[in-house]
């Protein structure tokens, strides 16, 4: 029995790969539209971003001797330049540049200046939802810090400081959706960051010499000289490199252009993600379903052979108009096909009783019962008997339009009574419906009884088949099994689950009940007939 649950899982082949893809196209599909739209989304509501960047270089050169601020050796000075660059965005720089740019008045609605048309309709929508237009006026004292607050964050994350690599330099390069806004931001920036720089130098030369030192007033008038020109216009080259030991080397301009969209790029790589994605998620399904899903599963997971398929498909009514099948083609050539596998099994094992037991639910296992023996019948040309032993829910006299009244049950009570509960639906077809009682069935299945109406109408027909409660639900068929030569399991396609069916299977083979093969139900076919031929 273990050996059932732990079988090695066989490779997949192309025909299995494509098989997957085709059965979940809508996954991948879905998928594929979803990324694409997203970013086909994104890029339309995009708005310009402009960028300018200042160019600094850390010299290391103090006013102070202490330890802190002495020239830096070539191998301190990339470490410093990194350290530097953390230290523009730190908290009393960019404090420090939201106050004189006014950062936290800028209105809410600043984005819409400058956005697309498709990103103004989703930017109007949004201020009449949540009412972003509040006046300043009147805002409390904490909606003021909290707006100060957001502003700093704002302007941070708008932010990038890169080093150069190998050089003392650094870059503050800023974003914003004005041009002049970028350019005049990152001149303040840098600019702040001087003025940090300085007030460093100050407050340790007045430890030092006192605040009357003629150094801590050269430094003084440095910080307010440069306070004074925080408005972002350039400055003079001179008073660009100043005394502070982080100089300006590059001013920023405006830009002429916006970042380069990386729009085609952006669709480019969603269409790969979203293929990628939804191949991925219909392995995924495919692995987490535990039913059967192809014939293979059948032969290496069961150890049976496949005596066929029988497509999904709707079956008429009335299945037999005048003792003739009515059924649409593709139907009748499966059971053709089932009919020959089996003759061609008996001609070579020698049965004549076969039991077909449904593993889970039994819908439709009528009607492949009802085919099974009209196109074995016509096979063998002789002889062949169905006998309804489902004493829950009969359903084969429905299938031949036949009375329920008398069948099976009346046999087990009177064994007499065969030519009485036997239909003939044509010269070599006949039918035994399963009857009514209120008996539990379970008492008589295996019972002395049932073994000899077996044994009899084995000598009066040349193919007894036998069809019984499901072994899912029911133990009927369990008792039923060992009666007769040979069993035929019904698998339902991508409905019974792979480690019910094998506990049957094992419990089976453990009671020496002799297993002929297996027949798959509701068999879909994915892969178009044209690709299948192929692979």
Not at 162 to 182: M, W
Not at 478 to 506: F, H
Not at 511 to 517: D, I, R, S, T
Request: net charge positive; charged share 20%; glycine share 4%.
């Amino acid at each position: 029995m273990s050996e059932l649950f732990h079988a090695p899982v066989e490779e997949m082949n192309l025909r299995d790969f494509m098989r997957v893809l085709f059965k979940y196209w809508a996954v991948i599909i879905l998928s594929f539209l979803v990324v694409t739209v997203i970013a086909a989304v994104g890029v339309i509501f995009r708005t310009p971003v402009y960028e300018a960047s200042v160019k600094m270089l850390v010299s290391g050169e103090k006013q102070v001797e202490a330890p802190y601020y002495r020239e830096l050796g070539s191998g301190a000075q990339n470490q410093a330049s990194l350290t530097q660059s953390q230290i523009a965005t730190s908290e009393p720089v960019l404090e420090r540049v939201v106050n004189a740019l006014r950062l936290d008045m800028k209105p809410s609605d600043y984005e819409l200046r400058y956005a697309s048309p498709w990103k103004i309709k989703l930017l109007n929508w949004q201020k009449a939802m949540t009412k972003i237009f509040r006046s300043r006026a009147a805002m409390s004292d904490p909606q003021r810090t909290v707006g100060f607050r957001q502003a700093v964050a704002d302007l941070r994350g708008s932010i990038k400081v890169t080093p150069v690599q190998d050089t003392n330099l650094f870059s503050i390069v800023v974003r914003d959706f004005d041009p002049l806004g970028a350019a005049v931001t990152a001149n303040t920036v840098s600019r702040s960051y001087i003025i940090f720089d300085l007030e460093q130098q100050m407050a340790e030369l007045q430890l030092k010499y006192g605040e009357k030192h003629p150094v801590v007033r050269q430094l003084q008038d440095g910080i307010k000289h440069i306070t004074q020109d925080l408005s972002g216009k350039p400055l003079g080259n001179a008073e660009a490199i100043g005394p502070a030991s982080v100089k300006i080397i590059e001013q920023a301009s405006v830009p002429l252009e916006p970042l380069a969209s990386k729009g085609p790029l952006l669709l480019m790589a969603a269409v790969f993600i979203g293929l990628f994605l939804g191949v991925a998620l219909a392995f995924i399904f495919d692995y987490m379903d535990s039913t059967i899903k192809s014939p293979r599963i059948i032969e290496h997971l069961l150890g049976l052979p496949l005596l066929g398929s029988v497509p999904r498909g709707t079956t008429p009514r009335k299945l037999f108009v005048k003792g003739k099948l009515k059924v649409r083609h593709s139907l009748l050539a499966a059971f053709q096909n089932l009919a020959n596998q089996i003759h061609l099994m008996r001609s070579t094992k020698g049965f004549h009783t076969l039991y077909v037991a449904s593993t889970d639910s039994p819908d439709g296992d009528a009607l492949i019962m009802a085919q099974l023996g009209y196109h074995l019948a016509e096979q063998i040309a002789r002889k062949v008997l169905i006998i309804d032993a489902n004493f829950r829910h009969p359903s084969l006299h429905r299938a031949f339009q036949l009375p329920l009244s008398e069948g099976l049950a009346d046999l087990l009570k009177d064994k007499d009574r065969l030519t009485e509960v036997v239909y003939s639906v044509n010269p070599n077809l006949y039918v035994m419906p399963a009857g009514e009682t209120k008996i539990n069935p379970v008492t008589f299945l295996n019972s002395e009884k049932m073994k000899a109406i077996l044994e009899v109408v084995k000598s009066k027909f040349d193919l007894v088949l036998v069809a019984c409660a499901d072994l899912k639900t029911f133990q009927d068929g369990y008792l039923l099994a060992p009666s007769v030569d040979q069993t035929i399991l019904v698998v339902s396609e991508s409905r019974t689950r792979r480690q019910m069916v094998s506990r049957k299977v094992a419990f089976l083979k453990e009671h020496k009940v002799p297993l002929l093969g297996a027949i798959l139900k509701n068999r879909t076919y994915p892969i178009p007939k044209f690709v299948y031929d192929r692979v």
